[in-house]
């Protein structure tokens, strides 16, 4: 039977306080006229950006959790993970990609590991190996540069070549996912921040470049891959999706920037929600 939209299912963890994860996903794919089903892998207080936060890890329930939708026998469109509570819940979701996984549906991870070049508090080496574990059984794969280079096993630097940037995303790809999208790629001149994506089997490199703005929100991958994911689904092209993620993220720090409040509360994205019910008008995206 055919499903009247599309869904989602969505492996990230819930923080009560904090525009990240499911509190992100689920407004954004839902405005985009995607289902999402959650599993969540941990529930926090608040992101792990804050000096103080509490955190359930799920480990122990999540495989109860997917026995009862095996049960009902549901079907996803897109399988899409994120942060992940522990290294023992890459087994579970390896298992989970291998259940529900078929030749039509899309297997997107975001491996969340560390932002400018270090960990976050939660990750460890162990995070790191079992993260390159689980890319392989992507079909994309959604890394910051900062996580690109842990999965590389490479030193973080602010000066990359274009020639460098390709030659990574190419080996990323040789881990397994046929498509690989890099953002927060620096600029030399530090003037504009990169996205680049590859396509294994056309063998293409995208780029996207906004103006760098200046400020650190926590929850703006969330928020990219999200619209990545809901575009494609929408049945855009990579560059559209690629170039509608873009554009949304902007707009998201730019409608925030100008308020006085704590950051790490992230960016205001109800401000410009609606937007991404717009059609894409104008597009920067290029082929390098």
């Given at each position: 039977?055919?499903?009247?939209?599309?869904?989602?299912?969505?492996?990230?963890?819930?923080?009560?306080?904090?525009?990240?994860?499911?509190?992100?996903?689920?407004?954004?794919?839902?405005?985009?006229?995607?289902?999402?089903?959650?599993?969540?892998?941990?529930?926090?207080?608040?992101?792990?950006?804050?000096?103080?936060?509490?955190?359930?890890?799920?480990?122990?329930?999540?495989?109860?959790?997917?026995?009862?939708?095996?049960?009902?026998?549901?079907?996803?469109?897109?399988?899409?993970?994120?942060?992940?509570?522990?290294?023992?819940?890459?087994?579970?979701?390896?298992?989970?990609?291998?259940?529900?996984?078929?030749?039509?549906?899309?297997?997107?991870?975001?491996?969340?590991?560390?932002?400018?070049?270090?960990?976050?508090?939660?990750?460890?080496?162990?995070?790191?190996?079992?993260?390159?574990?689980?890319?392989?059984?992507?079909?994309?794969?959604?890394?910051?540069?900062?996580?690109?280079?842990?999965?590389?096993?490479?030193?973080?630097?602010?000066?990359?070549?274009?020639?460098?940037?390709?030659?990574?995303?190419?080996?990323?790809?040789?881990?397994?996912?046929?498509?690989?999208i890099v953002t927060s790629i620096p600029d030399k001149q530090g003037v504009f921040t990169n996205t680049v994506a590859y396509e294994?089997?056309?063998?293409?490199?995208?780029?996207?470049?906004?103006?760098?703005?200046?400020?650190?929100?926590?929850?703006?991958?969330?928020?990219?891959?999200?619209?990545?994911?809901?575009?494609?689904?929408?049945?855009?092209?990579?560059?559209?999706?690629?170039?509608?993620?873009?554009?949304?993220?902007?707009?998201?720090?730019?409608?925030?920037?100008?308020?006085?409040?704590?950051?790490?509360?992230?960016?205001?994205?109800?401000?410009?929600?609606?937007?991404?019910?717009?059609?894409?008008?104008?597009?920067?995206?290029?082929?390098?």
């Amino acid at each position: 039977m055919k499903r009247p939209v599309k869904n989602v299912a969505a492996i990230h963890d819930l923080s009560g306080i904090g525009r990240a994860s499911l509190t992100m996903i689920l407004p954004i794919l839902s405005t985009m006229g995607v289902q999402v089903c959650p599993l969540p892998t941990a529930i926090l207080s608040s992101t792990t950006d804050f000096e103080h936060y509490s955190f359930l890890d799920l480990t122990d329930h999540m495989r109860e959790y997917i026995e009862n939708w095996k049960r009902q026998s549901l079907e996803f469109d897109c399988i899409y993970s994120g942060f992940l509570g522990s290294s023992k819940q890459i087994d579970i979701i390896e298992d989970f990609i291998s259940y529900f996984k078929t030749e039509n549906n899309l297997v997107v991870i975001d491996p969340v590991l560390g932002d400018n070049g270090s960990l976050y508090e939660t990750m460890d080496d162990e995070m790191v190996q079992k993260m390159r574990q689980l890319v392989s059984k992507a079909d994309m794969i959604t890394p910051n540069f900062t996580e690109a280079m842990y999965l590389l096993q490479r030193p973080y630097s602010n000066e990359v070549t274009k020639e460098e940037i390709k030659r990574c995303l190419k080996e990323l790809s040789d881990m397994g996912p046929k498509t690989v999208i890099v953002t927060s790629i620096p600029d030399k001149q530090g003037v504009f921040t990169n996205t680049v994506a590859y396509e294994r089997e056309a063998d293409t490199f995208w780029k996207v470049s906004c103006k760098y703005i200046p400020a650190f929100y926590p929850g703006t991958g969330d928020a990219y891959a999200s619209v990545i994911i809901g575009s494609l689904l929408q049945g855009d092209s990579l560059p559209i999706a690629l170039d509608r993620g873009v554009q949304f993220v902007t707009q998201c720090i730019r409608a925030s920037y100008g308020f006085q409040y704590d950051h790490i509360q992230g960016v205001l994205f109800e401000r410009v929600l609606d937007t991404l019910k717009l059609p894409v008008i104008s597009a920067s995206y290029e082929m390098i």
